[in-house]
């Protein structure tokens, strides 16, 4: 009681009310903040568990047009890949074509397969579409390395209409190419005619530009500041482009080889006029299975090339994307 009434004349005093005056005003001011505050809070959370609601809600017209959207693609995705290649390896495996049914699903078999890779010719073709495909993505790979670096890391003159250049073949159907090869070789004193020198000309020539995207997309995306930075070191140009360009663009390079090497192991349109007796590749052979009739033993073969390619174009995204992760 003592200490309540002493409090109270403390009160009184002229100075110390204008305090406590003060202090009350202050009281009251940080109550109504913390009072805005709670609101605020309190109003967020309303409105995060009215957007929840909505986007939840099974009527909303943006999830159903979303689906629908999703739909649409799958179903063409389906039509136009899934279906075609379900048929393919069902036509593999039965002794002779014919439409899906369930009989054929009981007499399914893998006889095509042993046969069709154990023929001669196919062994024979394989081994040169490899080939072709391996040197074809190297040539380019390698051209088209020193292009690109030519065309964006360069000044030199005409570097722009070289790029231009090395386009063009994109323009150039496969059939008229293999008919301007023709022209050019057939009576040319380099003995190339007849033989798969005269293919892989054809493959490096087609699938240029490829490459040469590739490796661009690879340099632009190599800042100047790193080979400035080591030259201001000492670093000689060698150097430079062995411990810090080459690194860097490697798998941007790597996966343009992977592309071309795909690109010529399913060529057709310049191969077939540009082949003779002997150097067959993979798409002469599987047009000659077409020719004589043999379907089941056709569509193993483009069984076992399109699991194979599948496995080179993933191979491919995956060292392109990792390119890009590293150069960014």
Same mark, same amino acid.
């Given at each position: 009681?003592?200490i309540s009434k002493n409090?109270?004349?403390?009160?009184l005093?002229?100075g110390?009310l204008s305090?406590a005056?003060?202090?009350?005003l202050a009281l009251?001011?940080?109550?109504?903040?913390?009072?805005?505050?709670?609101?605020?809070?309190r109003r967020a959370?309303?409105?995060?568990e009215?957007?929840?609601?909505? %986007?939840s809600?099974?009527?909303?017209?943006?999830? @159903?047009?979303?689906? &629908?959207?999703l739909?649409?693609?799958?179903?063409y995705?389906?039509?136009?890949?899934?279906?075609?290649?379900?048929?393919? &390896?069902? #036509? +593999?495996?039965?002794?002779?074509?014919?439409?899906?049914s369930?009989?054929?699903?009981?007499?399914?078999?893998?006889?095509?397969?042993r046969?069709?890779?154990?023929?001669?010719?196919?062994?024979?073709?394989?081994?040169? +579409?490899?080939?072709?495909?391996? %040197?074809?993505?190297t #040539?380019v790979?390698?051209?088209?390395a020193? %292009? /690109?670096?030519?065309?964006?890391?360069?000044r030199v003159r =005409?570097?722009?209409?070289l790029?231009?250049?090395?386009?063009?073949?994109?323009?150039?159907?496969?059939?008229?190419?293999?008919v #301007?090869?023709?022209?050019?070789?057939?009576?040319?004193?380099?003995?190339?005619?007849?033989?798969?020198?005269?293919?892989?000309?054809?493959y490096?020539?087609r699938f240029?530009?490829?490459?040469?995207?590739?490796a661009s #997309?690879?340099?632009a995306?190599v $800042?100047?500041?790193?080979?400035?930075s080591?030259?201001?070191?000492?670093?000689s140009?060698?150097? @430079?482009?062995?411990r810090?360009?080459?690194?860097l663009? &490697?798998p =941007?390079? &790597?996966a343009?080889w992977?592309?071309?090497?795909?690109? +010529?192991?399913?060529?057709?349109?310049? +191969?077939?006029?540009?082949?003779?007796?002997?150097?067959?590749?993979l798409?002469?052979?599987?047009?000659? %299975?077409?020719?004589?009739?043999?379907?089941?033993?056709?569509a193993?073969?483009?069984?076992?090339?399109t699991?194979?390619?599948?496995?080179?174009?993933?191979a491919?995204?995956?060292l392109? /994307?990792?390119? $890009? @992760?590293?150069?960014?």
């Amino acid at each position: 009681m003592q200490i309540s009434k002493n409090l109270k004349y403390i009160f009184l005093l002229p100075g110390v009310l204008s305090l406590a005056a003060v202090l009350m005003l202050a009281l009251r001011h940080v109550a109504q903040a913390q009072g805005g505050v709670a609101e605020i809070a309190r109003r967020a959370k309303l409105t995060r568990e009215a957007a929840y609601k909505m %986007l939840s809600k099974s009527g909303n017209p943006e999830l @159903r047009s979303l689906t &629908a959207v999703l739909a649409a693609a799958g179903a063409y995705v389906l039509a136009i890949a899934l279906l075609p290649l379900l048929a393919l &390896a069902y #036509a +593999s495996t039965q002794p002779y074509f014919r439409a899906p049914s369930l009989t054929g699903l009981g007499e399914m078999t893998l006889a095509n397969y042993r046969a069709v890779l154990g023929d001669g010719r196919t062994l024979r073709a394989l081994g040169n +579409s490899v080939l072709l495909a391996v %040197l074809a993505a190297t #040539a380019v790979t390698a051209v088209t390395a020193v %292009l /690109a670096w030519l065309v964006v890391r360069t000044r030199v003159r =005409g570097r722009r209409l070289l790029d231009m250049l090395a386009f063009v073949p994109l323009a150039i159907p496969g059939l008229v190419l293999g008919v #301007a090869l023709l022209a050019v070789y057939v009576r040319s004193p380099v003995p190339v005619y007849g033989t798969l020198w005269l293919l892989l000309i054809a493959y490096c020539t087609r699938f240029t530009p490829y490459g040469i995207r590739f490796a661009s #997309a690879s340099l632009a995306q190599v $800042g100047h500041e790193l080979e400035e930075s080591a030259a201001a070191c000492g670093a000689s140009f060698p150097r @430079r482009l062995r411990r810090i360009l080459l690194p860097l663009v &490697a798998p =941007g390079l &790597a996966a343009g080889w992977l592309t071309v090497v795909v690109l +010529s192991l399913r060529e057709l349109s310049s +191969s077939i006029l540009l082949y003779s007796p002997g150097n067959e590749v993979l798409s002469i052979r599987i047009w000659n %299975l077409y020719e004589s009739g043999e379907f089941p033993e056709l569509a193993a073969l483009g069984v076992v090339i399109t699991v194979s390619l599948t496995a080179l174009v993933a191979a491919g995204y995956r060292l392109g /994307a990792r390119g $890009g @992760r590293g150069t960014a």
